[in-house]
């Protein structure tokens, strides 16, 4: 089954407390990109890639960092968590041709930074 | 600057009914897409309807169509014969394909919560 596979799905830490998202798509998507989601705001993009090695910020950058080493993987990176980056995050994919088809989703990743 | 306006927080349908939710977008590019996502309590982002900003005919899916007004800037999604399952929180979205550095950034609104009642 095509899909983009976020773990993990609920994820509670501390202040400070390096954490990771990972995001996998099997689609074989050139384009990867994380948003995150808070109430009242939409979702907002915090950082894209367009291809391995290949990476950039977006509309939220700060606090976080991504890696592109592999095509299938986009782990999302928070060093040093702070209570204002809970939210709801949300990996994207899909193809560079077909980015006005949309995005294929993963179920997104609860956090809250205590 | 890119912006998406959703200017109902929240709307409610009766079952069977029809509904409007609103969408306004600024854009000063001539090519852009469109978009519809559904994002139920499940979290999951699933996308309703599509439109392409080149096509004068309005997208429509089973019982979702779209009222696209390129001039106005304005892409409403109408829900007929409203079901339970549509209860959820939608999403007006767009992108511009083709533009450089924000090559394939979603740009959302802030999204309308619908309520449908039995």
């Known amino acids: 089954e095509a899909q983009v596979t976020q773990n993990p799905r609920y994820l509670i830490t501390v202040t400070g407390k390096k954490l990771t998202v990972t995001c996998s798509q099997n689609m074989n998507h050139e384009y990867m990109s994380w948003y995150r989601q808070d109430p009242g705001l939409g979702l907002r993009q915090i950082y894209y890639s367009m291809n391995v090695e290949v990476t950039d910020k977006g509309d939220v950058p700060e606090g976080y960092k991504v890696s592109r080493k592999e095509k299938r993987n986009f782990p999302l990176i928070l060093e040093s968590p702070s209570p204002n980056q809970t939210s709801l995050y949300f990996c994207?994919?899909?193809?560079?041709?077909?980015?006005?088809?949309?995005?294929?989703f993963g179920s997104g990743t609860r956090l809250t930074v205590v | 600057a890119q912006t998406v306006t959703q200017s109902q927080p929240e709307m409610s349908v009766q079952e069977a009914e029809t509904v409007t939710l609103s969408c306004t977008y600024d854009?000063?590019?001539?090519?852009?897409?469109l978009f519809w996502y559904k994002q139920p309590p499940s979290r999951q982002m699933i996308l309703v309807i599509r439109?392409?900003?080149?096509?004068?005919q309005n997208a429509t899916e089973n019982r979702f169509s779209v009222n696209f007004q390129k001039a106005a800037k304005s892409f409403s999604l109408k829900i007929s014969d409203s079901q339970l399952g549509d209860a959820a929180m939608y999403f007006c979205a767009y992108t511009v394909p083709d533009r450089g550095s924000t090559l394939g950034r979603l740009y959302f609104g802030r999204g309308t919560q619908l309520t449908v009642w039995p």
């Open positions: 994207a994919s899909s193809p560079l041709t077909g980015i006005r088809y949309g995005y294929t």
């Open positions: 439109q392409e900003a080149y096509k004068q």
């Open positions: 854009t000063s590019e001539s090519d852009y897409y």
